[in-house]
């Protein structure tokens, strides 16, 4: 395309700024910055952005005004569940699993920037004594589920023996190559690599706080991950809607990388949406603290969605129940359920009603002069949406209350920090594993340090003859041995 053509494309959207610099580029240079442009759908953009305008006048009282608690009836607790109730669910979802209808769809977009690290957040090591990562215990978990699904309901699995649970990718465009090189240097720790699906989430320009698309360079256009809520765009357009249907897959358990205890197509929350009937559902931890700013789900205006921390009135945060439980208690941690007549519906008919979120940034820009400039305030804007802004779509809406200690401990920060760092992930899981040993029979101090391979254990299950009436003492990995495939004790420093 031409100059011309491109001012012509670009001046109903007030973006002709974008060729400024036209004359002055390299016939390559004018290529990528075409391709750029041509990416961009400005009509979606500019309406996008003035939708934003609006919403960004909304204030804290409006959403007061309209919050009620999901009802009860649509919530379940793994606390408040009896031990029969719990097994009839996990039931349901190892049936799902051993009949290869249950998929795992991982958010892993983000890098370790705040760890420290500039490579993807899944490959990093919190310190185990094993010195697995992210990635690795999760790829683990995923083995040892389907082979326990499938031995205890062979029949349901009989059909596609040996397969692994189909684990579906969404990187961006920052760590799309590492990680996939990573999984094949470690040969997809176990699982078929056929069942292993990569795709990219589509990028959003950086805008100016009236709309401006920014450039980088002046051949480049600045841009962002579209956020996690980008997955359903991705589904539907790098066509992984239709891989899920050609596998048979029927429930989908979505989920973000950061969580070292995550439950990988956990049976349990898999089998109460199905006694639900759900389509859509999320896993919760209980809010015990008004003042802890994490979201939480509720009702608003009929509709379930997430409130953020900062929406919400501090009248409102206080509420609380006769039982002394906050009335908005629903903490969300990113962990979905979607069935996937859901997913279609939402992707092929309803993605851009999804709305969007307003992050404000330091952006470079290139300035007047023509001179690369790095703001020390926030200068722009990015747009992105998030996972959870399907809820509203929901005509079947559930929630599993799970135990906080037992299945969630982020990792967001380096050990300079307090609080979800690679220290407070390391000690939550060898907290996780003593409990599991204790419960299986074993004589154990709770401040040991000891880790449980996912490979021998996925959830505490399969412990008792190994460990029964033994005194575990010291820093110890319960590991497959590669030579007998049997499981055994190793001092940290002899495996």
Request: aromatic letters at 10%; one cysteine or more; glycine letters at 6%.
């Amino acid at each position: 395309m031409s100059k011309q053509d491109l001012v012509e494309l670009l001046k109903p959207f007030g973006q002709e700024h974008l060729v400024n610099y036209w004359d002055e580029l390299s016939e390559e240079q004018r290529q990528h910055l075409t391709a750029d442009i041509k990416e961009i759908d400005f009509a979606q953009m500019v309406k996008n952005f003035n939708q934003i305008k609006g919403e960004m006048n909304q204030t804290v009282q409006e959403f007061d005004e309209h919050m009620q608690p999901v009802p009860s009836e649509l919530k379940g607790s793994f606390e408040k569940s009896t031990s029969e109730l719990l097994k009839q669910y996990e039931v349901l979802g190892l049936k799902a699993i051993a009949s290869n209808q249950v998929a795992v769809l991982l958010l892993a977009g983000g890098q370790g920037t705040r760890l420290g690290v500039n490579y993807p957040k899944g490959m990093y090591s919190v310190g185990l004594l094993s010195g697995k990562s992210l990635y690795q215990l999760q790829g683990e978990r995923l083995v040892k589920l389907k082979q326990y699904a499938d031995k205890l309901f062979p029949r349901e699995s009989s059909s596609q023996a040996n397969s692994s649970i189909p684990w579906y990718i969404m990187t961006s465009e920052h760590t799309q190559e590492s990680t996939i090189d990573f999984f094949k240097k470690n040969n997809f720790f176990g699982l078929n690599g056929e069942n292993v699906k990569f795709f990219e989430q589509f990028m959003l320009p950086c805008l100016t706080n009236d709309g401006k698309v920014i450039l980088d360079q002046k051949s480049k256009i600045s841009k962002a991950p579209d956020g996690n809520g980008g997955l359903y765009r991705a589904l539907y357009k790098r066509n992984i809607l239709d891989d899920m249907k050609k596998r048979g897959i029927k429930y989908i358990h979505v989920y973000c990388v950061d969580n070292i205890l995550v439950k990988m197509a956990d049976p349990i929350f898999i089998g109460f949406c199905l006694s639900k009937n759900a389509n859509c559902a999320a896993k919760v931890v209980k809010k015990t603290e008004p003042d802890e700013k994490v979201g939480v789900i509720c009702k608003v205006k009929d509709r379930f969605q997430v409130v953020e921390y900062s929406e919400i009135s501090e009248k409102t945060r206080n509420l609380k129940l006769a039982d002394g439980d906050l009335l908005y208690n629903a903490g969300n941690i990113c962990n979905h359920f979607f069935d996937i007549d859901f997913l279609n519906e939402l992707c092929s008919k309803h993605e851009t009603e999804l709305k969007h979120h307003v992050a404000h940034k330091k952006i470079s820009f290139i300035n007047e002069k023509g001179e690369r400039v790095s703001p020390k305030a926030n200068n722009g804007i990015k747009l992105e949406k998030f996972v959870f802004d399907v809820f509203p779509f929901s005509t079947n809406f559930a929630i599993w209350e799970v135990r906080r200690e037992e299945e969630f401990s982020p990792l967001k920060n380096s050990d300079d920090c307090k609080k979800e760092t690679p220290t407070t992930c390391r000690l939550d899981l060898y907290s996780q594993h003593v409990k599991w040993l204790k419960k299986a029979g074993a004589i154990v101090d709770s401040n040991e340090q000891i880790e449980v391979s996912p490979l021998v254990s996925n959830n505490g299950e399969e412990l008792e003859s190994l460990v029964q009436g033994k005194t575990l003492k010291g820093s110890l990995k319960l590991e497959l041995d590669s030579s007998d495939n049997q499981a055994k004790f190793y001092e940290s420093d002899k495996l």
